[in-house]
């Protein structure tokens, strides 16, 4: 199984499996944040892994290794949990990529700060299955702080 999480501005998951995305591939935002895609790309190889269901969950881990409770921001407590049903009959062995879009509104999480979004599939995780991002200090929007850093040409 291979796991790849990105972060985009919006994205949803059309009815043929295919992920559109808006504003792929941010890692610094700013506090609180915008509105953000979580956008998981489950690849599931073998008959073992592609004949059976599968339960993701995604959770927001501040630079502590917590968990960042989002309840109150309509994000469930332990984490967005989806199940992946098995393939479906007569379609053929090989890779499937089952996409996973989670949509947050904007998140007012503390600024000058990394988080990453974690990932589990049926409670096992790998350490390369995570998009991590940092927020930039309050008051500080990413056209200023990409003048600070000397990326303004």
Do not use: C
């Not at 599931?44 to 921001?73: C, K, M, Q, W, Y």
């Amino acid at each position: 199984m291979k796991v790849n999480v990105l972060l985009g501005d919006a994205a949803q998951v059309d009815a043929g499996g295919k992920i559109h995305v808006l504003g792929l591939g941010w890692t610094r935002t700013t506090s609180p944040t915008g509105p953000m895609a979580v956008v998981v790309l489950l690849e599931l190889g073998d008959a073992p892994e592609v004949n059976r269901s599968h339960d993701a969950t995604i959770v927001l881990v501040d630079e502590r290794g917590e968990r960042v409770d989002l309840s109150r921001f309509g994000v469930p407590a332990g984490g967005f949990t989806v199940s992946i049903d098995r393939k479906p009959d007569g379609v053929a062995d090989g890779p499937i990529i089952a996409p996973i879009v989670l949509q947050t509104g904007p998140l007012p999480l503390e600024g000058d700060r990394k988080y990453r979004w974690s990932v589990s599939v049926d409670g096992e995780s790998e350490p390369s299955w995570y998009a991590a991002f940092a927020t930039n200090p309050v008051g500080v929007d990413s056209d200023q702080l990409a003048v600070v850093l000397g990326e303004d040409g």
